[in-house]
């Protein structure tokens, strides 16, 4: 919406503060709201203006996030060469996990990435935070033949326990076509098999030496959650399964 007065133009790009009904409302509803996997929207708008204009002032730039990362919204105005830009970045970050808790367990799954995919298996996930640290680790699900992910660190691989224990790279399958991986936790050990052969196997009481210094508090967790950390990526599972062990 633009509104001229005098020397002036008024532009309003968000015309949702015209509504005066809040769309969300409704009479019934049969189910709670819940953002149940990650996403991510964008949405860039350039607006030209006359080269007789100046731009007086802008509106603030606005950035509102969760404590715990998993939603995060900005929206940002700039102007170059008789043009307004506007960008807006909604993205929801967030770990499915399972309903259960577990303790012992082995899971079992397959996995299809697309180029330069990228997501992770949450293991003994609390239920919040960032699944790479809050919980016992998040095993990388990973593209290692990307290009954009040549000088990762060891740890930061398809398979390794990230920031902590490296696993072989040399098991994944062409991008697009299914892997099988199966996942063994035992106390403070994981063993990790890709396509029939052991990638990782490790025993996280015993690791000292962390990526970057930084430390992961939620490694000796005794139990929690299964899950997918995901990172906005098309990564596609099937055929999942988890067994308690005794």
Excluded at 24 to 37: L, Q
């Amino acid at each position: 919406e633009t509104q001229k007065s005098d020397d002036f133009i008024f532009i309003n790009p968000l015309l949702l503060t015209e509504s005066k009904k809040n769309p969300f409302v409704k009479e019934k509803r049969n189910t709670d709201i819940d953002f149940g996997c990650n996403q991510s929207h964008v949405l860039s708008m350039q607006l030209r203006y006359p080269v007789s204009y100046t731009i007086e002032n802008l509106p603030k730039n606005i950035m509102v996030s969760a404590p715990d990362s998993s939603f995060f919204y900005k929206i940002t105005y700039s102007s170059n060469a008789q043009t307004i830009y506007i960008s807006q970045l909604f993205e929801i970050k967030r770990a499915i996990y399972t309903k259960d808790e577990y303790s012992d367990f082995v899971a079992r799954l397959e996995f299809k990435l697309p180029p330069g995919g990228n997501n992770g298996l949450a293991i003994r996930y609390p239920g919040s935070g960032d699944t790479a640290y809050v919980g016992m680790c998040e095993l990388q699900v990973l593209d290692n033949s990307a290009e954009q992910y040549k000088k990762l660190d060891p740890r930061q691989f398809h398979g390794s326990a990230y920031g902590m224990a490296a696993a072989r790279r040399e098991f994944l399958r062409q991008v697009g076509e299914w892997n099988f991986e199966e996942v063994t936790v035992k106390g403070s050990t994981i063993k990790v098999e890709l396509n029939g052969t052991t990638i990782l196997e490790t025993d996280l009481s015993k690791v000292t030496d962390f990526m970057d210094g930084k430390s992961h508090p939620g490694k000796d967790r005794k139990s929690g959650h299964f899950g997918f950390a995901g990172h906005n990526d098309p990564v596609q599972f099937r055929n999942i399964q988890v067994k308690p062990l005794q």
